[in-house]
């Protein structure tokens, strides 16, 4: 069984819908992220979470929310989606125990591909 | 926060050593140096990292200048599986956050 895993893997939707993607991880570790990838531009964060309490704004949260249920959930929501959130959207993980300096390997899911028409 | 610079493309024979090269002149003394790639149609695994010293493990090599400036990722033997997009990125700061640029899309040629 993979150890991160993300719901649902493809999904279109219409422009204004509201949208939940979600991941989930058996890996134990602390620290969950959404990024989006879009050709041309790589991999942006958009929002991380080093523990259950703590929410952090990447660099295009705009437009998008999350929610840490557990350590081991992670779900994103857009709120209102437009077509320029058409994107592959993956989740990662990483273990945050441990002293510095810190190597904070992630660990990626398969990813889930949204189009917004 | 530390930016790293990649070739946008490289091409390899299949079976034949690969060097992938990476600067990241703005590193700082704690960052870690790592390397991820992405295979068609799947999420970035990593592949390795490492500090000061250079790093093996049964993926591949890095080498890692002694100014820490530069790195390279070293495929000894590529094989077709090998043809991915490599990132090269390093720690953003305390907040340990991974800055990703748009890698290297290597071509491994039978």
């Known amino acids: 069984d993979a150890d991160v895993t993300q719901t649902p893997r493809n999904r279109i939707t219409k422009t204004g819908k509201r949208i939940m993607l979600e991941c989930s991880q058996t890996k134990g570790h602390d620290r969950m992220y959404w990024y989006r990838q879009d050709p041309g531009l790589g991999l942006r964060l958009i929002y991380y979470s080093f523990d259950v309490k703590d929410i952090n704004k990447g660099e295009i949260s705009d437009g998008y929310s999350v929610s840490r249920q557990a350590q081991a959930k992670f779900s994103l929501s857009l709120e209102s989606a437009i077509p320029n959130q058409t994107a592959l959207y993956f989740c990662a993980t990483s273990n945050g125990r441990g002293s510095p300096p810190y190597t904070d390997t992630q660990y990626f899911g398969p990813g889930t591909r949204l189009t917004v028409l | 926060d530390a930016k790293t610079t990649q070739p946008n493309s490289m091409e390899s024979n299949e079976e034949e050593p690969v060097h992938l090269p990476c600067n990241h002149s703005?590193?700082?003394?704690?960052?870690?140096i790592h390397w991820y790639r992405q295979l068609p149609s799947q999420g970035p695994e990593y592949v390795i990292h490492g500090l000061t010293s250079n790093v093996n493990n049964r993926m591949a090599s890095l080498a890692i200048a002694e100014d820490r400036k530069s790195s390279t990722l070293i495929l000894h033997r590529a094989t077709l599986r090998d043809a991915a997009v490599y990132y090269c990125?390093?720690?953003?700061?305390?907040?340990?956050?991974?800055?990703w640029g748009l890698g290297t899309s290597l071509a491994v040629n039978p």
């Open positions: 703005t590193i700082s003394g704690t960052d870690y």
């Open positions: 990125i390093v720690n953003a700061g305390n907040n340990r956050k991974l800055i």
